[in-house]
């Protein structure tokens, strides 16, 4: 039994790990998302998807990270 107090947060903390890896990952994940809130920032969410069922909320770009992306 996990005790989660907070929720977790990955930002993409997985981008230069091997397929097999994430599968095991993806598995870990699962299994501390039954009992914890899990958030994970990524730009490539297929990475992801061993996790199993997730909410997954787009972002999209806003306004101000635009213009500083352009200068």
Do not use: H, N, W
Not at 11 to 22: I, Q, S, V
Not at 31 to 59: D, M, N, S, W
Request: glycine share 4%; hydrophobic share 50%.
């Amino acid at each position: 039994m996990l005790l989660c107090y907070e929720a977790t947060y990955l930002d993409d903390a997985l981008g230069y790990t091997d397929p097999e890896r994430l599968k095991l990952m993806g598995a870990v994940l699962a299994v501390a998302a039954r009992e914890c809130q899990i958030v994970i920032f990524t730009c490539v969410p297929e990475k992801y998807a061993f996790i199993g069922e997730a909410v997954v909320v787009p972002l999209k770009r806003s306004v101000v990270s635009q213009k500083y992306i352009k200068a």
